[in-house]
């Protein structure tokens, strides 16, 4: 049962263009949101978050936009760069239950 | 401050055989938690252990166990391996409260 699903496996962006990844997720218990960012050979590194009382964060180049109503949240890049191409997961944690449950990840491709 | 140390990096193993393997966490976190990465799949989650504790455990067989020790060390092992349980396997650690979870680089576990 997957609790949180990324339906793209890969996404390719124009260098300098804006990068949307999706995620849904059906669990209504979940209350934070997290993207993770995997190069190959390393471990993912933690990117943005956003608690469910919001409905966007923003930290420089990312936003992280939530609709708690569509159980569906997006990160979006911009402008996209090269080093931004990687696999990038999305999380979801339930506030009392500290198990972090990941979706599948989406491969992202800045073309230069 | 030292990051997430993972050992050993790789690992070859035949069909039947069983492993172990280490997870060192950031100093002072007492959270530590193990997923499984394989291609398609995303990251599974096998289990978290906070103070010496198993805390949250995930839908892998009872051949996936694994323990904390007192100084937050954390090891996991494999037994009677299957050619499936080729993955790459992380281990993250916290302070006990996942918002954020600090990844180490993975050991590559090959199954032949």
């Known amino acids: 049962d997957q609790q949180v699903k990324q339906n793209s496996p890969s996404l390719s962006v124009q260098e300098g263009r804006i990068s949307i990844l999706n995620c849904d997720y059906t669990?209504?218990?979940?209350?934070?949101f997290l993207w993770y960012k995997k190069y190959p050979a390393e471990g993912p590194t933690f990117l943005i978050s956003i608690s469910s009382i919001k409905d966007k964060n923003e930290d420089g180049r990312f936003t992280v936009f939530l609709n708690k109503s569509a159980k569906h949240l997006s990160l979006h890049i911009v402008p996209s760069q090269p080093g931004d191409s990687a696999v990038y997961f999305c999380a979801a944690l339930a506030f009392g239950n500290e198990k972090l449950t990941f979706g599948t990840g989406t491969r992202l491709t800045i073309i230069p | 401050k030292a990051g997430v140390t993972q050992t050993p990096r790789y690992l070859i193993k035949t069909r039947g055989q069983q492993v172990t393997l280490s997870c060192s966490p950031i100093s002072g976190h007492r959270s530590v938690s193990w997923y499984q990465q394989t291609p398609g799949q995303g990251l599974q989650f096998l289990f978290e252990?906070?103070?010496?504790?198993?805390?949250n455990k995930g839908n892998f067989p009872g051949r996936f166990s694994g323990r904390q020790f007192s100084n937050s060390r954390s090891e996991m092992n494999v037994s009677t391996l299957e050619l499936g349980d080729s993955a790459l396997y992380l281990c993250a650690s916290s302070t006990g409260s996942n918002e954020k979870l600090f990844f180490g680089s993975g050991t590559q576990l090959s199954v032949l």
């Open positions: 252990y906070f103070s010496e504790t198993q805390r």
């Open positions: 669990n209504s218990m979940f209350d934070y």
